[in-house]
């Protein structure tokens, strides 16, 4: 169909001129495709990669004379021009020119002419037009052959998003599924995501989203002309998927309230956010939580040829007034006080890596590079934030480009908790500040593994090379060096404190704490703890425990008070002694969040002022299981079977499996649940036909009104059709 049109384009534009024009163009499709590994595109249009020479023939009215050369031209974007590099003309000749557009004739037979062209390894990506016009003709002669869209190439290793690794790239750049890492530190849950970059539209959506960006719509020409440069365009594909400052394409929503959208929660995938976006005429799509922001990130990313990556990091700093410290005030039973406290310590936070090199800051910096697309705080005036070098930030050169301080702060900040007195006086708590930054997860390459990568972004915990970073990203946070003085740190509407009491530890009390849980805290029944208090010393001691609980969003912000309790403990020398606490299923039901996490507090209030707070984050589980009944071949049937069970204690009526998969099905499948009686099992089974080879990722989530989405995937490897 994309041959026919492209032929006829170019013969409809032949005329009656004298001389040799070009009647017909074959795009050479499959040949290229699988050289550029592009042949995944569904596009009208020829697909390649930048730095690399794709083939087509052109069938002549008449045999090219020995003398004659074919000229050609490419432009991309509105007023296209040599100056910019926004457009190329260029002649067949034998020599290859590294740095510029060039062409070569491979062969010919009486009126048909392959050509190899090659783009340069730095070329503006995004849609061109092609032309031709034998050189015995004039300028104005012009053929129109049609249009191609032209991507980055980290096959090239003189791009710079060249990536070494055939199976990185595979991982990074073509596979169009992957795993999202969610949850708590101590129970990392893994969703699938349907990434999507091949499907219908994608890439012509991703194209679009630049083209809808303020530095497109304010200057075009310029805009366009900069984007051979991975740092620029990665920046403004940054700020454009949140709708903050722009049209762009996901609107957040961190209250829990999501009338007029969807939750971000029921979204499975990017494509079906892309195409709504899209066909709304550019309409923000209500809503997205950080991983859908990543998500979108990524799919547009590796769409446009770009090695990416998504990322969480566990108990994630949102340091609101850069003093690398997460300050969180507490009233005496543990509680947050939400007026005070304007820095939030997140359970996860999910951000995305993209691998290129650093022209802007010298190979050292070259490699991963931090985008995120939530809108946490603006950069330069626009939400948005990156890339920074992950290097950099492991080595604490926070006044690199870009946003070095945040994404710093993000995985090193201290968590400092402070109790706030009814005379408005405030005192150091005793709590974990080294408590952010943990875990920082991503998928293995080429299996559903999750990989843990802190040691990319610091040194280890405690560490002298770790607190040597931390003193130098302090040193040029507060610029000490050039002040000659402590940089004060205002906090908004309250007094200024130095910056080096922040850092000045609380007293260690003569006591420890934790909780402990005593059975796996499953989604609909009650929920069984215990919280262990030890003796440090050899007197007996008195200790007050000021317990709280609150069902909680990822971002740790209190929802409902589910628990509120005073225990009077004494503790005879080196005693250790447990608190038993139960939180039965309808204390928490009403007002569990789809984030189904639960945040538990205790204010352990010692003779002398001592005081201790011990926190615990829960996230309730639940129970899919998804099975594939026999082998899977792409056109052939295969039926699944998914394992579901009623975690509530009480009928549901309303069931559904919501289905999706990229090569698996068309778009998304809904099938009738029975109704299930309290804790009851059911086996549902349905059929689906693959239409790609290879491991291929299922989403299942149970829907119901009457409790959170349960979510479940499985990757299923499809063999080629026989």
């Known amino acids: 169909m994309a041959e026919n049109h492209a032929k006829g384009l170019a013969s409809s534009l032949s005329s009656s001129h004298s001389g040799i024009r070009v009647t017909e163009v074959d795009w050479q499709w499959l040949r290229n495709g699988a050289a550029h590994h592009t042949q995944e595109y569904p596009t009208p249009e020829l697909v390649v990669r930048r730095g690399q020479m794709f083939t087509l023939v052109l069938e002549l009215n008449y045999p090219l004379d020995s003398e004659e050369n074919l000229i050609f031209t490419v432009e991309t974007g509105p007023q296209a021009s040599e100056a910019l590099g926004t457009k190329a003309v260029f002649q067949t000749s034998e020599l290859e020119v590294g740095d510029a557009w060039t ?63 055939e199976e990185e790239r595979q991982e990074y750049v073509l596979n169009d599924n992957g795993i999202i890492f969610r949850g708590v530190e101590k129970r990392i849950q ?48 940054s700020a454009m998927v949140n709708s903050n400052n722009d049209r762009g394409v996901v609107q957040g929503q ?61 108990n994630s700093a949102h340091d609101t007034d850069r003093n690398l ?17 304007e820095d939030s310590m997140w359970n996860f936070h999910v951000w995305n890596e993209s691998w290129f090199a650093r022209q802007d800051l010298g190979p050292s910096y070259n490699g991963w590079q931090v985008l995120d697309a939530t809108p946490q705080e603006e950069s330069e005036g626009v939400f948005r934030c990156g890339p920074a070098s992950v290097t950099a930030i492991r080595e604490g050169d926070v006044h690199l480009a870009h946003d070095g301080p945040f994404v710093f702060a993000e995985v090193n900040a201290d968590y400092v908790t402070w109790l706030w007195n009814e005379d408005e006086s ?60 402590r940089a004060w740190v205002r906090r908004g509407g309250r007094r200024a404190v130095w910056h080096d009491d922040l850092l000045e530890p609380a007293t260690k009390p003569s006591i420890t704490g934790k909780f402990k849980v005593l059975e796996p805290p499953m989604l609909g029944h009650d929920l069984k703890l215990a919280l262990c208090l030890t003796n440090l010393t050899s007197r007996a001691q008195r200790v007050r425990v000021n317990l709280s609980g609150a069902t909680i969003l990822y971002t740790r912000r209190p929802v409902a008070e589910i628990l509120h309790k005073s225990h009077i403990v004494r503790l005879a020398p080196e005693e250790e002694k447990k608190i038993p606490i139960t939180i039965s299923y309808s204390q928490y039901k009403e007002d569990l969040t789809e984030d189904k996490k639960i945040l538990l507090a205790a204010m352990c209030l010692v003779t002398k002022g001592e005081k201790l707070l011990v926190e615990k984050d829960i996230t309730l589980e639940d129970f899919i299981i998804i099975k594939v009944l026999g082998p899977a071949m792409v056109g052939v049937a295969v039926v699944v079977e998914v394992m579901v069970v009623n975690p509530i204690l009480e009928r549901v009526e309303d069931c ?17 649940v029975p109704s299930l009686e309290p804790q009851e099992r059911a086996l549902v089974r349905f059929s689906i036909t693959p239409s790609k080879s290879g491991p291929r990722q299922l989403q299942v989530d149970l829907v119901s009104s009457h409790f959170s989405d349960i979510k479940g995937f499985v990757i299923i490897h499809v063999a080629a059709a026989n």
């Not at 410290?325 to 406290?341: A, I």
């Not at 999706?660 to 998304?668: A, P, T």
């Open 103 to 165: 062409a070569v004739k491979e062969a010919h037979t009486e009126t048909a002419v392959t050509v190899s062209l090659t783009s340069p390894p730095n070329a503006v990506i995004g849609r061109y037009l092609l032309s031709v016009r034998a050189s015995s003709r004039r300028k104005h002669s012009n053929r129109r052959l049609g249009e191609f869209v032209l991507l980055f190439n980290p096959w090239c290793p003189e791009d710079d998003v060249f990536l070494a690794s």
């Open 190 to 237: 893994a969703q699938g995501w349907n990434f999507g970059q091949f499907e219908e539209d994608i890439l012509n959506i991703c194209l679009s989203i630049l083209d809808r960006s303020p530095s497109h719509l304010d200057d075009p020409a310029t805009d366009v002309s900069c984007r051979h440069d991975p740092i620029y365009v990665t920046r403004v594909i």
């Open 254 to 314: 961190w209250q829990g309230k999501y009338g007029g959208g969807t939750s971000p929660l029921h979204w499975r995938g990017s494509v079906a956010i892309l195409h709504k976006w899209f066909k709304s005429r550019f309409k923000p799509v209500k809503y997205g939580q950080c991983w859908v922001f990543a998500g979108v990130l990524c799919t547009v990313l590796r769409c446009l040829g770009i090695a990416t990556r998504v990322v969480s990091n566990f």
């Open 325 to 341: 410290s997460v300050d969180k005030y507490v009233d005496s039973f543990g509680r947050t006080l939400e007026d005070l406290t």
């Open 426 to 485: 405030r005192e150091r708590v005793y709590s974990d500040t080294k408590k952010v930054g943990r875990c920082i997860s991503t998928k293995a390459v080429g299996s559903d593994a999750r990989v843990d990568i802190t040691g990319l972004y610091k040194y280890p915990e405690g560490s002298q090379k770790e607190r040597q970073v931390y003193s130098k990203a302090v040193r040029k946070l507060f610029s000490v060096e050039a002040s000659g003085r």
């Open 656 to 672: 559904m499996l919501m289905v999706e998969g990229s090569g698996l099905l068309q778009g998304q499948l809904s099938i009738d």
